[in-house]
């Protein structure tokens, strides 16, 4: 992944995933680091007067982004101390909404990947990116990291991903997790689930052998294990902190645990009670 697009609207939330974008880098062959501010003046703010009478001018308009590109060029002479060296941070204003500006970025900037800060539980920590998370997730082209509030950046040995070994079939697009396993030395623990206790007793590894997904990951030596929690979220996010992993990866929706993710209030419950960020790929 040689590129991350870090979208940024100078909240706690996104500056908080600018810092782990940096911290990651010493992790990976990021080579470019994009951040990215979307100031999007409608027509309408721009012809109709606000609540005040105002109308903004050209020139109010042009300041405002000055400003905004300082704020920019702050984060990133404070993401210098933590960002390997050798990868360029830039920064980037974009005049479209939030979610396109993110996803010409992509385009325009060859972005391998996209990293979002997600909102708590309190409520002076409320960020348009955070809360505009799970619609990105699910319109980015590329895959996504999904940073909360509770996580605090340590080195990534272990990962889990969850499934249903049931539904994963030689199609799923495993490209972006096998570049990151094959980079470095990573635990991958995969976790089935499994909310009807129906393989309970079951040999765990000879029923994973039997899966597709045993093939696909076999040289990566994974560990499997089952879990029958019914709260399938706090379930998996109980295990990778039993675990002491370091990040939690989401096979794209349809064959995973993460099908409910696209419901915000599962994705919120996720989003804001998981200490280890999420990877979802695409």
Same mark, same amino acid.
Do not use: W
């Given at each position: 992944?040689?590129?991350?697009?870090?979208?940024?609207?100078?909240?706690?939330?996104?500056? $908080?995933?600018?810092?782990?974008?940096? /911290?990651?880098?010493?992790?990976?062959?990021?080579?470019? +680091?994009?951040?990215?501010?979307? *100031?999007?003046?409608?027509?309408?703010?721009?012809?109709? #007067?606000?609540?005040?009478?105002?109308?903004?001018?050209?020139?109010?308009?042009?300041?405002?982004?000055?400003?905004?590109?300082? &704020?920019?060029?702050?984060?990133?002479?404070?993401?210098?101390?933590?960002?390997? $060296?050798?990868?360029?941070?830039?920064?980037?204003?974009? %005049? =479209?909404?939030?979610?396109?500006?993110?996803?010409?970025?992509?385009?325009?900037?060859?972005?391998?990947?996209?990293?979002?800060?997600?909102?708590?539980?309190?409520?002076?920590?409320?960020?348009?990116?955070?809360?505009?998370?799970?619609?990105?997730?699910?319109?980015?082209?590329? #895959?996504? +990291?999904?940073?909360?509030?509770?996580?605090? *950046?340590?080195?990534?040995?272990?990962?889990?991903?969850?499934?249903?070994?049931?539904?994963?079939?030689?199609?799923?697009?495993?490209?972006? !997790?096998?570049?990151?396993?094959? %980079?470095?030395?990573?635990?991958? @623990?995969?976790?089935?689930?499994? %909310?009807?206790?129906?393989?309970?007793?079951?040999?765990? @590894?000879? !029923?994973?052998?039997?899966?597709? !997904? $045993?093939?696909?990951? &076999?040289?990566?030596? #994974?560990?499997? *294990?089952?879990?029958?929690?019914?709260?399938?979220?706090?379930?998996?996010?109980?295990?990778?902190?039993?675990?002491?992993?370091? /990040?939690?990866?989401?096979? #794209?929706?349809?064959?995973?645990?993460?099908? =409910?993710?696209? $419901?915000?209030?599962?994705?919120?419950?996720?989003?804001?009670?998981?200490?280890?960020?999420?990877?979802? !790929?695409?």
């Amino acid at each position: 992944m040689k590129t991350y697009i870090v979208p940024i609207d100078f909240s706690e939330t996104s500056t $908080h995933a600018a810092e782990f974008a940096a /911290m990651l880098s010493n992790q990976t062959d990021v080579a470019d +680091i994009f951040l990215l501010h979307s *100031y999007h003046v409608s027509v309408y703010e721009s012809v109709l #007067p606000t609540p005040d009478m105002i109308i903004p001018t050209d020139e109010e308009i042009e300041e405002q982004l000055l400003e905004r590109i300082k &704020k920019l060029e702050h984060i990133r002479t404070h993401m210098h101390k933590d960002v390997r $060296h050798g990868v360029t941070i830039h920064v980037r204003i974009s %005049r =479209s909404p939030l979610v396109r500006a993110i996803i010409e970025s992509v385009g325009k900037e060859h972005g391998d990947l996209v990293i979002l800060g997600s909102n708590g539980s309190n409520s002076a920590n409320i960020s348009h990116i955070g809360s505009n998370v799970i619609n990105i997730s699910k319109l980015s082209p590329v #895959p996504v +990291i999904v940073v909360p509030p509770a996580c605090c *950046y340590e080195l990534i040995k272990r990962v889990v991903m969850a499934c249903d070994f049931n539904k994963v079939k030689d199609t799923v697009p495993l490209e972006p !997790l096998k570049r990151l396993l094959q %980079r470095h030395d990573l635990e991958l @623990q995969v976790v089935n689930i499994d %909310r009807e206790a129906k393989h309970k007793n079951a040999d765990q @590894q000879q !029923l994973a052998e039997e899966s597709a !997904l $045993h093939g696909m990951l &076999k040289e990566y030596h #994974p560990h499997y *294990y089952f879990n029958t929690d019914r709260d399938i979220i706090n379930g998996i996010l109980n295990f990778a902190n039993g675990h002491h992993a370091q /990040m939690v990866i989401a096979l #794209p929706h349809k064959y995973s645990f993460f099908q =409910s993710l696209l $419901h915000n209030s599962v994705s919120q419950q996720l989003t804001v009670h998981s200490a280890v960020p999420v990877l979802l !790929l695409k």
